[in-house]
């Protein structure tokens, strides 16, 4: 049971949605949009989010869309992760998002939830950082669209009262050899003690990291040491590790030390794909 009272709407438009929450917020509530409701919802059973008013993002045609439209493929903030692994669309964020959760919990989980949650791993931002993929975000002064990457560093940076609209991967990304690997601490579905997707664009590898870290990252520096075919395998796994951006994270999860090992392990298994140029796919 949740403890509290809160308005609910549940708009068709993107701009009702933001004149619903910009009402609700002059009027003093503490409002947030609202995608699958999983995070919000057990968060204020157990009383560490109180909101007073929820903006419903799913009744809204262009959050719900996932098609093709020139060079992109849009994907509505308010589609599950399910609907987007079944489309097989983008076969690597199917791969990245069919991992997150279980099924039951994927045809609840938003794509927007999914990147703007509090729970760290937004593992949906990998296939999302590797490809060049913009955002159009929705808020009081309108739409604006921009790369994902200018508004994500390790967690959505949106202005007040903005929600994730879409989002537009480039249609090559689709096509280009790719690798998934997640390695959970006990069971096959629980959170990522390192989750990796990668993909290889001209014979080059981009790589984008989950869990190791206490937010995602992609770093162009670990992927030139990566590259570099002057290194032995074991010379660029070590300096991987000295370019993380922080120290592995060391949790009730999973300690330091085996995040690190299962780092080197994970990678040292894709360099070893990139290097006998295998076809890639998806690894668990
Ligand atoms: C059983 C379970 C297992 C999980 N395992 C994993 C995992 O392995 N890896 C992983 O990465 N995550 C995992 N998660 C976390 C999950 O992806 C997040 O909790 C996510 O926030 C839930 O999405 P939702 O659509 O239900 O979000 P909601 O509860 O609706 O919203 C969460 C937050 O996102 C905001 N929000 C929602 N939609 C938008 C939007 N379109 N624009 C802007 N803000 C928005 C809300 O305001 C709120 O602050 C798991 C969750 C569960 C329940």
């Known amino acids: 049971m949740i403890p509290v009272n809160f308005a609910y709407c549940r708009p068709c438009t993107p701009e009702e949605a933001v004149q619903s929450y910009t009402a609700y917020e002059k009027a003093g509530k503490k409002t947030l949009y609202y995608g699958g409701g999983s995070e919000i919802i057990s968060m204020a059973r157990v009383g560490s989010i109180t909101p007073e008013a929820v903006v419903d993002l799913k009744e809204i045609p262009a959050c719900c869309e996932l098609k093709e439209e020139g060079s992109y493929i849009n994907m509505g903030g308010a589609l599950s992760l399910r609907a987007i692994a079944d489309s097989q669309c983008f076969p690597l964020m199917g791969k990245a998002v069919g991992r997150i959760a279980d099924h039951t919990n994927q045809c609840r989980i938003t794509l927007g ?11 949906a931002v ?67 003690a390192v989750s990796l997707a990668a993909i290889i664009e001209k014979g080059k590898l981009k ?17 030139a040491a990566l590259n570099d075919t002057a290194m032995d395998i074991t010379q660029r796994l070590n300096k991987a590790v000295e370019l993380l951006p922080e120290k592995p994270a060391d949790d009730v999860h999973c300690s330091r030390g085996y995040r690190e090992l299962l780092f080197k ?19 668990s």
């Not at 296939?127 to 959505?156: H, I, N």
């Not at 392990?265 to 690894?283: D, F, I, P, R, T």
């Open 265 to 283: 392990n994970m990678l040292g298994q894709v360099l070893a794909e990139l290097s006998a140029g295998s076809k890639a796919g998806a690894k």
């Open 207 to 223: 790589i984008a990291f989950a869990g190791i870290c206490s937010y995602p990252f992609r770093s162009k520096e670990m992927e």
């Open 113 to 123: 939830g999914n990147l703007c949650g509090t729970i760290i791993y937004r593992e």
């Open 126 to 192: 990998l296939p999302l950082l590797l490809t060049e993929s913009e955002v159009s975000l929705q808020g009081p002064e309108g739409v604006r669209r921009l790369p994902l990457q200018k508004v994500f560093d390790g967690r959505m940076r949106l202005l007040p009262g903005e929600f994730i609209l879409k989002v537009h991967v480039p249609k090559k990304y689709a096509q280009m050899p790719y690798l998934h690997v997640k390695k959970a601490p006990t069971e096959k579905i629980d959170y990522p």
